[in-house]
């Protein structure tokens, strides 16, 4: 009886009438780039006006985030509680969408959305936090610049565009922001344009990532004619629900793969390209020559990880006809990306000078983890191991960033060392983002997230050698880290003028993160999967025994000796040495080759140099010979004839129009000269005529009237 | 076709002739002068004496010497020095040749239908008075006034000019 | 062909002869005099005509011939006293009567 009566109270209920701020959603993106716009128009340098604005616009989009996500913790309580009334497990994952009917062909319809479900509501939260935190920071640190108001207004815009892509519901309008994003990336990599390495970096990062974009425009077009939408979430007609799925599933694409896969490999692309997995890779360490807010934030925390979110948003695709606990051949292939690069991008870092660089591979690196996350683990491990990673790797490069500033703009490890007295609030907060990302046991949130990833490799059916990679990869990240933290912290100062703490609007960003990074491991711990749960939509407890899981314990055990590892073989060769900038490093000198190798970026560079730009210049050659002799030829050809033809014209109207006409009249002339000669003026020539035309006359009369 | 006819009539076409031909233009006034008057005889020969004498007062009298006048105060006398005849006198002879060949066949092919002879007419001069004055009346009065105009005409023509007219 | 000239046609012949040499002396004649001789002669070759035609004509009596002869010579006379005038004129102005050379009117 009670039964009855709640289900039929379920079924009034029906969907409950939108909430507000699910229909206003489109304001958190929408905000930061109308300022943007009027940012655009100001003159510079607007210091405090521009600034004002940008946190300002920021801070509104923060707390209609904020908004959001209470909403969606709200929902996930109320369906919670009804179903432990009723007994029955609802997903409260719920996806709520607002979509709107853009361009109408025919019967097709191309729509835009926006989706608000735990996923986006916690990259929204995450992105607007983590943006605030660096433009209040970038108060500070870019104070002497004068384009200052044309930084903020690129932030603005990048913030804009960013939230844009996190509460997409149509892959169309997420292509289309996405695009945004990487302008805002090229406009601000190219900040300071006068300088030919930025321009360059910035023209690289660009070209680069568009080659994962056209990737992920042929992945869309092949979407949006199989599925017939572009919609993710359309109430059981999206692209992404069942109904699309088992479509998508049985068509064939060739190569054994079903439309379902190749799609979904065609949207990785995307994602590798933005995300700098390898070997869409090269375009970010060189992405370092922006200014260091930036680099925290697009090249960091937030843009790089957009590939990783795109992944996470489309993973039923990737996800299609995968049978329990499986793998599907789009996942695999994630899965061994991801892995790769994390190994790759990690043995380069260990050879690096340059604070940034180090960081920017480290970040290459942690991307793979991500992707690896997704591809072993599903969403939920790698978008918590997304999450911690932003925070800890924006404290890094805000970090590095303060080390710079203090240090005069110097950038190379090997000149600097000792800074931990000088500038112990930085040396602290760096201390705590480089353990995290290390995955220093237990208390920092990187160990959590990372641990995540190692247990779902573990488990991993079709290998287990992308947990080994991913286990060396842990074990580098500690060796790397380790070194710089060394020979920027440790020793004695080696540069050339004294260094100095940085100011307060820096280094209070710099402790807010650190508290983060320490404090989001707590909601990822076994004992208490409260991320997983959220993003899954289930329900959960803090539970010791969680701990208590087969292997569990031993897994967290190697981790934390390889971290340990790591961090002794780094103390051991680089601690409190300090050795000159012109020595060769400790490393080098144990192992010149592979050094060298390292050094040098793995050649990857040079391999595109030689191969696909060397190409490119050669297609550039024959596109241009083609364009002045081939195509100039038939322009110049049809100029020459049309050249013939009005010379011929021109020729006709002359002589021909022109000249008979004047001959006409030249005959005139000459007729009317003729007759003039009649009038000689002479009388008897007069009477001559006269005399003979009366003769004639005469003659007529006569000859006429005979009978 | 009587034998007066004859010489009257080679004498005015001999007049003729010469009064186009000579050289000297005197002399063409003169020779004109003998073919008025081989006309007046001519007509006096077709019985009408009062157009004979007439034509002996008015044109040998006045008319000739008209031209006489003319001739010498234009100093007609010296003879041009390339010749008395036009540069085509050949095409005018032509033409005048022309004329009287149709003159002369329109004669000739209606020569049967004219009259073979008539009787003399009698006529007087009071009967030519009478006409005058009464049929003719008013060609009479024009006539006056035309020679009165041609006067008037022909000395305002011939007048010196005033103004110092080069002489 | 005696014998089919009748005395009238025998005048006519006479007048044309006369107008034609009258004729050919306008028409060739370079001084402006000769001209107006040639000019009399044509007028007087007519006055033939027309006397000739009165007396072998149906009605002499009429005097309609005569009479016409008659103002011919009038205004033959009043035409040569103004035709004269103008060439005495003509050659104040022109210092000539020659007229090949009088073609000022030329078109």
């Known amino acids: 009886m009670q039964e009855q009566l709640y289900q039929f109270n379920l079924a009034s209920i029906g969907t409950p009438p939108q909430a507000l701020i699910v229909r206003w959603l489109w304001l958190i993106p929408a905000i930061p780039i109308v300022t943007s716009g009027v940012l655009a128009l100001l003159k510079q340098p607007r210091q405090r006006l521009s600034a004002g604005l940008a946190i300002g616009s920021l801070s509104l989009s923060l707390l209609l985030s904020l908004i959001a996500f209470v909403h969606v913790l709200n929902y996930r309580a109320m369906m919670l509680g009804i179903s432990q009334i009723d007994h029955y497990a609802f997903n409260t994952a719920a996806h709520e969408t607002v979509n709107l009917s853009w361009i109408q062909v025919g019967s097709a319809s191309v729509d835009l959305g926006w989706v608000l479900d735990p996923l986006s509501a916690v990259m929204l939260v995450m992105v607007s936090f983590v943006g605030l935190l660096i433009f209040i920071y970038s108060t500070g640190y870019m104070a002497h610049d004068e384009n200052y108001t044309r930084f903020f207004c690129f932030l603005s815009l990048f913030a804009g565009a ?546 | 076709m009587s034998f007066v006819f004859y010489i009257l009539a080679t004498l005015t076409v001999a007049g003729a002739l010469a009064a186009v031909l000579l050289k000297n233009t005197v002399h063409c006034a003169l020779a004109l002068t003998v073919a008025f008057a081989g006309l007046a005889l001519l007509f006096l020969n077709l019985d009408a004496q009062f157009a004979g004498f007439a034509q002996i007062l008015v044109y040998i009298g006045a008319v000739a010497i008209l031209v006489v006048f003319a001739i010498l105060l234009t100093k007609g006398s010296d003879t041009p020095a390339d010749g008395v005849f036009s540069r085509t006198w050949l095409a005018g002879l032509a033409i005048a040749a022309a004329v009287f060949a149709v003159l002369g066949w329109a004669v000739i092919q209606t020569a049967n239908l004219l009259p073979n002879s008539a009787p003399t007419p009698t006529v007087s001069v009071q009967q030519i008075g009478q006409a005058l004055v009464g049929r003719y009346v008013l060609p009479l009065e024009i006539v006056a006034v035309l020679l009165t105009a041609a006067m008037i005409g022909a000395v305002i023509i011939a007048m010196h000019e005033k103004d110092g007219a080069p002489k | 062909m005696t014998s089919q000239v009748t005395p009238l046609a025998g005048y006519l012949l006479v007048a044309a002869l006369l107008f034609s040499i009258g004729l050919a002396g306008a028409l060739t004649r370079r001084n402006a005099i000769l001209v107006l001789i040639g000019i009399e002669l044509m007028l007087n070759a007519a006055n033939l005509n027309l006397i000739a035609f009165w007396r072998y004509g149906p009605h002499p009596e009429a005097l309609t011939g005569m009479m016409f002869a008659i103002f011919s010579i009038a205004v033959a006379a009043a035409e040569a006293a103004v035709g004269l005038g103008l060439v005495i004129q003509i050659y104040r102005h022109a210092k000539t009567t020659d007229l090949d050379q009088m073609n000022r009117m030329k078109g």
């Open chain 1, 162 to 707: 960013m939230l844009g892509v996190v509460i997409s519901n149509s892959l169309l309008l997420l292509f289309m922001c996405w695009e945004i994003v990487g302008l805002t990336s090229y406009l601000l990599i190219g900040f300071w344009y006068q300088k030919p390495a930025a321009a360059a970096a910035a023209k690289k990062a660009f070209l680069t990532t568009r080659i994962g974009d056209l990737f992920f425009l042929l992945g869309i077009v092949w979407l949006f004619a199989q599925a017939g939408t572009l919609v993710l979430y359309k109430g059981g007609g999206g692209a992404i629900e069942p109904t699309a799925l088992a479509g998508l599933l049985s068509q064939h694409a060739g190569l054994g793969l079903s439309a379902a896969t190749a799609i979904g490999l065609l949207i990785f692309a995307g994602a590798v390209g933005k995300s700098g997995q390898f070997p869409l890779h090269v375009w970010l360490p060189d992405a370092m020559e922006g200014p260091t807010p930036v680099s925290a934030l697009i090249h960091a925390a937030t843009m790089v990880a957009a590939g990783v979110y795109l992944i996470a948003r489309v993973y039923p695709l990737m996800q299609a006809g995968a049978l329990a606990g499986g793998s599907t051949t789009a996942l695999t292939v994630i899965t061994w990306v991801g892995a790769f690069t994390a190994v790759f991008a990690a043995l380069i870092a260990v050879a690096q000078d340059d604070i940034k660089r180090i960081l920017a591979y480290s970040t290459v690196s942690q991307l793979g983890y991500m992707m690896a996350g997704l591809g072993l683990g599903g969403v939920a491990v790698g978008m918590f191991h997304l999450i911690t990673h932003a925070f800890f790797k924006a404290l890094l490069f805000l970090g590095a960033g303060s080390v710079i500033h203090g240090c005069h703009e110097e950038q190379d490890i090997r000149r600097m060392g000792g800074l931990r007295a000088v500038m112990p609030l930085t040396f602290a907060t760096y201390a705590i983002g480089m353990l995290a990302l290390c995955g220093f046991p237990l208390l920092f949130s990187g160990f959590w997230s990372k641990d995540g990833i190692l247990e779902a490799a573990v488990k991993w059916h079709p290998s287990i050698a992308p947990f080994i990679m991913l286990v060396f990869g842990a074990l580098l990240t500690a060796f790397y880290m380790t070194r710089q933290v060394a020979y920027v912290f440790l020793g004695k100062w080696r540069g050339d003028k004294p260094a100095h703490e940085s100011p307060a609007v820096i280094t209070v960003p710099l402790a807010i993160l650190a508290f983060f990074a320490i404090a989001l491991g707590a909601i990822g711990t076994p004992a208490w999967p409260w991320f997983r749960a959220f993003l899954d939509g289930r329900a959960v407890a803090f539970d010791m025994r969680g701990f208590a899981e087969p292997g569990l314990l031993t897994l967290m055990c190697l981790s934390t000796v390889v971290v340990f590892a790591g961090l002794g073989v780094g103390q051991e060769l680089y601690g409190n040495k300090s050795p000159s900038p012109e020595a060769p490093d400790r490393l080098e000198q144990l192992a010149p080759h592979v050094w060298g190798w390292l050094r040098d970026r793995l050649y990857v560079d040079e391999f595109y140099a030689a191969t696909v730009i060397a190409f490119y210049g050669w297609w550039a050659r024959v596109s241009d010979w083609l364009d002045r002799r081939v195509w100039g030829g038939l322009v110049a050809g049809v100029t020459w004839a049309f050249g013939l033809w009005a010379r011929l014209i021109r020729f006709l109207d002359t002589n021909v129009v022109d000249g008979s006409f004047d001959k006409g009249c030249e005959e005139l002339n000459v007729g009317g000269g003729l007759l003039a000669r009649l009038q000689s003026g002479r009388v008897q020539t007069y009477l001559r005529i006269l005399a003979l035309s009366v003769a004639a006359l005469a003659v007529i009369l006569i000859w006429s009237s005979r009978p």
